[in-house]
């Protein structure tokens, strides 16, 4: 009896290795942070620092959803800048017509991901092509809703959201565990959820099975444009504006693949989960704010930061030391 | 069965239309009909000058192309297209401010430093197996960091030199733009590599099965890495030619050539999953890229409607004919 518990503790930690070691960079990256922010551990720090994280994370959280199932969505930054186009036109006003507004584009969002899902797994187009393709419309609507920076939100419930609870928990965080347990953890545990971590670790096999591998990957899809546009609800009420700026969509889709490593998610597929992801990009943008504590020159912030994500990505090279055969190099 | 039938069609067809690719053929045929629909919206549309103008413009996007393609028929991608445009643009203005021998040296060293962003991608790719798509992107931002470090966030001031405008607007063949020139030269330099030797065969077969191609006694290893060298390289060397074009380097400049480098490869018929396609697609790609850019600008189309245009266009014609096969 207590060996079986040893063992099934050892399957724990040897799942979650990804997640864990996330969080251990998250927590020593955030303590140096701290430690040298002039300001120190203050909840104004932690407030600022959780809302740039948790936009990311958001991004991150649908990256992941996609790359389980062994694909890969090259346009969620797009749905996360339409999406804040949208929210800067339609979150505005009473209580009722923001509340009507934050569904609209939540539910746009699920369409962007539901067209992807569509393209990909029923018109059998490959997911790079398909969703460079569906960002560019994607760009392309947002900058037709948002020309030039602008628009305005319900300020009160976006300084709600930004804000702090009881004065010591930031908001954001609030609400992306919230999101966690809303979202992530009922899809990963739903027939749906397995069929897309199935359908990512071997299709033939998840096929020859009989799981619905196309209903789990529509909803991974689906899923992640829902949660790439609560990102870009987010984008709003932080920034109070819309715009539609192709460096910072194109920024985001980069920075979610780099959570995603560092969070520990397999690029091949089947492996990982969204709170590695969420690890992954807080811990990805605090090692990109450590350059504003240590008083360097912004400008070399995207060198720092395609540095980062070099060394993150190559560090997978290190399983090759595991390989015997050297046919399982060539997948 | 509807395989049969299309055989006895094409077997009443002449020899080379029946041995050309679907996918060429369909992008031959939307090439003539973005040239009917255009001709109809104005009649400049069909006179030579406008067409070889356009065909200079497509000259630029046909080198990225060709690296492209070389890097698609291995089954892997290079999204790092972008920063190597413009480092290479930006290299070779850069070099031009270090006296002659840096003006001789302009246009080279432009190309090297290409070479040595694709050399990164092919190590990645080849040698720690990285996904293609993951380190090219990690190495185009690490170039853009380089870049944007280097030129302080502003566009450089150091301008082109007089080879590399010449070789991007000047005349060598009355009525022929040089550009155009280098385009052909480097496509037929590329049908050679492609048919013609061992390692165009040996990209083909990687593309199909890397394994295959490995146990048959191929060091795949060294011919992906210089297919992703040979891919940075002509990035650069196209950003040369755009810097020679506009006389100078800009922060962005090749943001706007990686979809459609991507899209006139695929639409050209290359299979995305590696080892099929011909040159020849890839030409047509390039053409019929250029000539719906074109047309868009000449409608005075805003950048939002080009931009949704364009997506929608490549999942349209993907659809028709890039589709996966349905049997697992």
Redesign the interface.
Known sequence: MKDWRVKDWRYWLAEQRGTLLALGIFIVMFVIYTSNHPAGFTANVVQTAANKGVLLAFVAMAQTLVVITAG?DLSVGMIFLLTNCLASWLVVGTPMQTALGVIAVLAVGLLCGAINGA?VIY????P???T??????Y??????LR?FPGGSVNEDLADALTGRVFGVVPASIVVLLVIVLVIWVPFSRSVLGRAAYAAGSS??AA?MSGVPIRRGKFAAYTLAGLLAAIGGLFLTFFTYTGEAA??SG?SYT?FS??AV?LGGVS??GGKGSAIGAIFGALAFRTIGDLLFVFDFDP?????????I??VA??L??FA?FRVRN??E??L | MSETTLGGIAGRMPRFIRRADPAVLTAFACIVLLLFLGSLYSRSFLSPEYLLQQLKVASFLGVIATGMMLVILLGQIDLSVPWAVAAGAMMACAAAAYGPVGVALAIPFGILCGMLIGVVNGIGVAYLRIPSMIITLATNAVAQGLMVVYTGGFSPQDSATGAMRYLATGFTIPGVPNAVIIWALIGAAMVFVLTRTSFGRTVYGIGNRERAAYLSGIDTRRVVMIAFAVSGGLSAFGGVLLAGYASKAAQSMGDAYLLPSIAAVVLGGTSILGGRGSYLGTVAGVILITLLQSILSVMQMPEAGRQIIYGVVIVAMLLLYGRAPASR
Not at chain 1, 132 to 137: E, L, M, Q, Y
Not at chain 1, 299 to 307: H, K, N, S, Y
């Open positions: 890969i393209i018109g059998r187009l490959q790079i092509v398909a460079i393709a569906t960002g560019a419309v760009y392309g609507i947002g900058l037709l020309p299709e033939t096929y192709y460096a194109n980069l693949i780099a490593v690029l091949f400008l070399w912030q995207p060198l720092f930061q395609g540095v994500l070099l990505v190559s997978g090279a090759l050297r046919l190099w060539f």
